[in-house]
């Protein structure tokens, strides 16, 4: 997901249901950097219901993004031994086939062909967080985009679905009409209380959306709730506990006294983000002054004079992912990391998965960082299997500080069976992106009070001590085109041998069937006879 500071305008729900155990909720939002904004809620009610219960004891994360893909990266803990495996295996057809029935997605198609086992990129959520690799799955289907068919049974799983708090923002016409959105659901097991002794099931919903009102022919970096989503917030929802939204106000390059944000915010709060120093002015939706004046909310920064576009930060881990080459038969697939730290060095997983039909060269496997080959410390390969299942290249690579770290493979395009090509098999073909995970130095370090006193950060933006935090980074997809054979010669020649057929076998049929009758002429009656009599008179030839 993009973090908040990379996007001009940023938006994001978020709702967590335990079932079986206490139920509370609330409702919040966030909005982004100056300029942009985002939103969050955070709420807990019914129903985390048979995903969660097929998932056996683990955790589920499945993705949509506008940007073509959706990832499901699943856990599992189905015990050991040697049937292990075809048991998570097939807890993960059913998990995948019953996730696909419950968001109207195309999850159903999630098979050996596009999952692989991680070792070191995933690891189980919740209770079940282990070590063993075996009983993990991950799967991308890259071909495929969210649609309005999968908002809607997502916002019914929200406690008040989307006629209460934050969800009356999530309008489909205006969600899919932004630059960018996506949409996750994520379930891991939790204990509900402090001695562990019972389980629950925890269900968090997150919802992403980027709106660039600047670079869309505005030309103003004002905002607003009714701006973005036509619509604003009227009530919070019943079963809310804490309904927040956060507006990002951070000062930057001392032009703080240059915003304005109205209504006047009920409090100010200050948070560790990402490595950053944030000031965030709260309005919290269930103070009952907040509504005293206007029976709705609309949140709008101003700025108090015209801005020029300034460039958008350059965050400290980012990649960038194309197919280099050229013709039909080989190719080469290219990765960019970037590390803008200017003195801290770290080091970055990269999880690579390939489709069978792109045959990788692992011989040709480089990597450099400015100008010098970067030996990576740690590599995991699994060759594809023809029709069975993808690569996987998993590797450890230390990134140095302020640098450019380049990986290039070389690959062979696959000659599919005519069967197995889509609809549209010039459009190409969809790689699913990289996954990069890294724990990223921060720039200003986070204390024991910032992690107790802002939790919702926290859990949206997680950090295992105060001097880092964790990422996890999705390139762009690939499109690869393959020797494509010419679809219309089928047509062709079916015409043809119809032709033929019907010309040549039609007109010897006909001379084999049909039967000839000779009619002997009549002389005709006696009206003939009398006019031929008559015009034998005046010498006119007979009839």
């Known amino acids: 997901m993009a973090p908040p500071e990379a996007a001009p305008l940023a938006a994001r729900a978020e709702a967590e249901v335990a079932r079986g155990g206490r139920q509370d909720g609330g409702g919040g939002a966030a909005a982004a950097a100056a300029g942009g904004g985002g939103a969050r809620a955070r ?34 803990a189905l015990g050991h031994g040697p049937a292990a495996g075809r048991s998570v295996d097939k807890a993960w ?106 389980v629950s099931w925890e269900l968090r919903q997150t919802l992403t959306v980027v709106f660039d009102f600047f670079s869309s022919g505005q ?19 019943p079963l809310a506990s804490q309904s927040k939204v956060y507006v990002d106000i951070s000062p930057k390059n001392k032009e703080k006294e240059l915003l304005e944000v109205s209504p006047p915010p009920t409090s100010v709060h200050e948070a560790i983000v990402q490595g950053d120093k944030k000031t965030y002015a709260v309005y919290d939706l269930l103070s009952p ?52 730290h200017p003195y801290r060095a770290f080091p970055v997983i990269l999880l690579e998965t390939v489709p069978w039909y792109l045959r990788l060269y692992v011989h040709t496997l480089t990597i450099t960082t400015k100008g010098k080959e970067n030996k990576p410390s740690y590599i995991h390969y699994q060759p594809a299997q023809d029709r069975r299942r993808p690569h996987l290249l998993e590797m450890l690579i230390q990134l140095p500080a302020n640098s450019v770290t380049k990986i290039t493979i070389q690959f062979e395009r696959a000659l599919l069976k005519w069967t197995e090509y889509p609809p549209d098999p010039n459009h190409g073909f969809y790689v699913g992106s990289s996954v ?61 041998t119809c032709t033929v057929v019907a010309v040549c076998y039609g007109s010897f049929y006909n001379l084999l069937t049909r039967t000839f009758h000779v009619e002997e002429p009549s002389r005709g009656g006696l009206a003939k006879r009398l006019a031929n009599v008559i015009r034998k008179f005046r010498g006119v030839p007979p009839l």
Not at 49 to 61: K, L, Q, V, Y
Not at 478 to 496: A, K, Q
Request: include cysteine; charge should be positive; aromatic fraction near 8%.
């Open 436 to 496: 990069l995970s890294a724990l990223v130095p921060s720039v200003t370090a986070m204390k024991d009070m910032d992690v107790e006193q802002s939790p919702l950060f926290t859990s949206l933006f997680p950090s295992s001590d105060g001097s880092s935090y964790f990422v996890r980074l999705y390139t762009e997809p690939l499109l690869v085109n393959l020797p494509t054979p010419d679809f219309s010669m089928p047509y062709n020649v079916i015409c043809l």
């Open 219 to 237: 030309g103003k970096k004002d905002w607003s709730l009714f701006k973005m989503f036509s619509r604003t917030l009227t009530d919070t929802c």
């Open 43 to 76: 709420a807990g009610g019914r129903g985390a219901g048979a995903a969660g219960r097929a998932a056996g004891g683990a955790a589920a994360e499945p993705a949509a993004h506008r940007r073509r893909g959706r990832h499901l990266p699943v856990p599992h």
């Open 289 to 340: 002054s907040l509504f005293n004046t206007s029976r709705s909310l609309n949140v709008q920064l101003k700025w108090k004079r015209p801005q020029d576009s300034s460039e958008m930060p350059i965050p400290t881990l980012h990649a960038q992912r194309y197919v280099g080459g050229y013709g039909l038969q080989t190719g080469e697939i290219c990765t960019l990391i970037y590390n803008t």
């Open 93 to 198: 057809k059913e998990l995948s086939n019953i996730l696909s029935g419950i968001f109207c997605a195309s999850l159903n198609f999630i098979d050996s062909t596009n999952t692989v086992i991680p070792t070191a990129s995933f690891k189980p959520l919740g209770l079940a967080n282990g070590t063993d690799h075996h009983l993990l799955r991950y799967a991308v289907l890259p071909r495929e985009v969210v649609c309005t068919e999968n908002l809607t049974p997502w916002k019914k799983l929200l406690p008040c679905g989307s006629k209460a708090g934050l969800a009356v923002l999530l309008k489909a016409e205006r969600l899919f009409h932004s630059s960018y959105h996506s949409q996750a659901v994520h379930i891991r097991p939790v204990c509900r209380d402090a001695s562990c002794l019972a």
